[in-house]
């Protein structure tokens, strides 16, 4: 009767582990080194629980700190401008998870090529937080580019488009009546390091931006980033940024002082109600609590941990910072519809822009009651009393 090829296999299969058990060489190697072998499984399994521990901290407090029942109803809940002025709640701009993309300009992940349908792309996903990287074109007449920065002795080498080009697309279709939410606030986020000194360039880029949104701005209350005025901007009324077409310019540049201070809102190096944090410092922060009472009144970016052209191109798990508070978890909306984090992202918006954060996540102002009116026959004031003797102050 023949065999079976199961029991052929598995009997082939016990004499190879059979003879390798026997084998001088194998016995002579486990003899001689078997305490590094032991030393080495000891070490790895210690550095992965290390770092499996790391890994999870952050979702442990959040568990911890915000259960999931308190924040499921709150995060599918679909908030757009119309819905927002008809509320009697008097939310603010800290108040809210906005849906937000990262080097909106590029085409394919990070191949370094550009293009402008890319960003209208990004907006007719609801996306409303457009990401900038500007350079100098270089050359004897330089202009502003949009680019990826790869840089060669001083000079873009990448693909680049012309930065009044993008601002000018961005005037037209930004707040277009066929978007689904063309009424909700403009971000811009201006990554203008490779400029900023240059005080011509940067001039330019002020320009622009004046000639083409300038009717778009946001009051004079917050120009220079509420410097002059003492303003919050990360706790302006959600409702004043809604009342017309209003475009929001943030940068992560060093802006005091250069002929763009003027327009910017929020700039992380000259106030304090605005920071940049890439998710590997998200998932690495220990005080989660300290995080959350942060983004109550001031805002943070979240960014994917992006080093250079070869760094890693997929997306992160934007729900960790989104459950820390952070308003703008910013993703790439050009790795692709197969994506599956991009696409969880897509319809957690829904078309939409914005979504109200969770009761625990808002700013709620500690109000003190007024004193209540006081006794004048109990009051501690001095008085003067009629006695026998004569007056006498008490």
Same mark, same amino acid.
């Given at each position: 009767?023949?065999?079976?090829?199961?029991?052929?296999?598995?009997?082939?299969?016990?004499?190879?582990?059979?003879?390798?058990?026997?084998?001088?060489?194998?016995?002579?190697?486990?003899?001689?080194?078997?305490?590094?072998?032991?030393?080495?499984?000891?070490?790895?399994?210690?550095?992965?629980?290390?770092?499996?521990?790391?890994?999870?901290?952050?979702?442990?407090?959040?568990?911890?700190?915000?259960?999931?029942?308190?924040?499921?109803?709150?995060?599918?809940?679909?908030?757009?401008?119309?819905?927002?002025?008809?509320?009697?709640?008097?939310?603010?701009?800290?108040?809210?998870?906005?849906?937000?993309?990262?080097?909106?300009?590029?085409?394919?992940?990070?191949?370094?090529?550009?293009?402008?349908?890319?960003?209208?792309?990004?907006?007719?996903?609801?996306?409303?937080?457009?990401?900038?990287?500007?350079?100098?074109?270089?050359?004897?007449?330089?202009?502003?580019?949009?680019?990826?920065?790869?840089?060669?002795?001083?000079?873009?080498?990448?693909?680049?488009?012309?930065?009044?080009?993008?601002?000018?697309?961005?005037?037209?279709?930004?707040?277009?009546?066929?978007?689904?939410?063309?009424?909700?606030?403009?971000?811009?986020?201006?990554?203008? &390091?490779? !400029?900023?000194?240059?005080? #011509?360039?940067? =001039?330019?880029? *002020?320009? +622009?931006?004046?000639?083409? @949104?300038? /009717?778009?701005?946001?009051?004079? &209350?917050? !120009?220079?980033?509420?410097? #002059?005025?003492? =303003?919050?901007? *990360?706790? +302006?009324?959600?409702?004043? @940024?809604? /009342?017309?077409?209003?475009?929001?310019?943030?940068?992560?540049?060093?802006?005091?002082?250069?002929?763009?201070?003027?327009? +910017?809102?929020?700039?992380?190096?000259?106030?304090?109600?605005?920071?940049?944090?890439?998710?590997?410092?998200?998932?690495?922060?220990?005080?989660?609590?300290?995080?959350?009472?942060?983004?109550?009144?001031?805002?943070?970016?979240?960014?994917?941990?992006?080093?250079?052209?070869?760094?890693?191109?997929?997306?992160?798990?934007?729900?960790?910072?989104?459950?820390?508070?952070?308003?703008?978890?910013?993703?790439?909306?050009?790795?692709?519809?197969?994506?599956?984090?991009?696409?969880?992202?897509?319809?957690?918006?829904?078309?939409?822009?914005?979504?109200?954060?969770?009761?625990?996540?808002?700013?709620?102002?500690?109000?003190?009651?007024?004193?209540?009116?006081?006794?004048?026959?109990?009051?501690?004031?001095?008085?003067?009393?009629?006695?026998?003797?004569?007056?006498?102050?008490?």
């Amino acid at each position: 009767m023949e065999q079976s090829s199961g029991n052929f296999f598995k009997e082939k299969s016990t004499q190879v582990v059979n003879a390798i058990v026997k084998d001088r060489f194998f016995q002579k190697f486990i003899s001689n080194y078997w305490w590094e072998i032991l030393l080495y499984a000891i070490v790895f399994s210690v550095v992965f629980y290390f770092f499996q521990y790391r890994y999870n901290i952050v979702n442990r407090q959040l568990r911890k700190m915000l259960p999931l029942q308190d924040y499921q109803t709150d995060l599918t809940s679909l908030v757009n401008s119309q819905d927002i002025m008809n509320e009697d709640a008097d939310f603010r701009l800290s108040d809210f998870w906005i849906a937000s993309s990262y080097k909106t300009y590029l085409v394919n992940k990070y191949s370094g090529k550009v293009d402008i349908d890319m960003i209208n792309m990004t907006l007719r996903l609801g996306c409303r937080f457009i990401d900038l990287d500007i350079f100098s074109s270089g050359g004897q007449t330089p202009i502003p580019v949009v680019a990826n920065g790869i840089v060669e002795n001083g000079v873009i080498v990448s693909d680049r488009l012309l930065f009044e080009d993008v601002i000018k697309s961005l005037s037209t279709s930004a707040f277009s009546s066929r978007l689904k939410n063309g009424k909700d606030p403009l971000f811009i986020n201006l990554n203008m &390091d490779g !400029i900023i000194k240059d005080d #011509d360039m940067v =001039k330019t880029v *002020a320009k +622009i931006l004046t000639e083409y @949104l300038g /009717k778009t701005f946001v009051g004079e &209350d917050y !120009i220079r980033q509420g410097r #002059d005025t003492n =303003k919050n901007f *990360a706790l +302006i009324p959600i409702k004043q @940024l809604l /009342k017309r077409n209003t475009t929001v310019l943030l940068s992560s540049s060093n802006v005091q002082g250069t002929p763009i201070d003027n327009i +910017i809102n929020a700039c992380s190096a000259t106030m304090a109600n605005l920071r940049y944090r890439n998710i590997n410092q998200v998932n690495g922060i220990t005080d989660v609590e300290e995080m959350m009472r942060f983004n109550k009144q001031t805002l943070t970016v979240v960014t994917p941990n992006y080093n250079g052209p070869s760094d890693s191109r997929e997306n992160y798990n934007w729900m960790s910072s989104m459950l820390m508070g952070c308003q703008f978890s910013c993703i790439n909306y050009n790795i692709g519809k197969d994506d599956e984090l991009l696409s969880e992202y897509i319809d957690r918006f829904s078309g939409y822009s914005m979504l109200v954060k969770p009761l625990k996540l808002r700013y709620s102002p500690v109000l003190i009651p007024a004193p209540l009116a006081q006794n004048k026959e109990v009051s501690f004031a001095p008085k003067s009393v009629i006695t026998p003797d004569g007056s006498i102050n008490v």
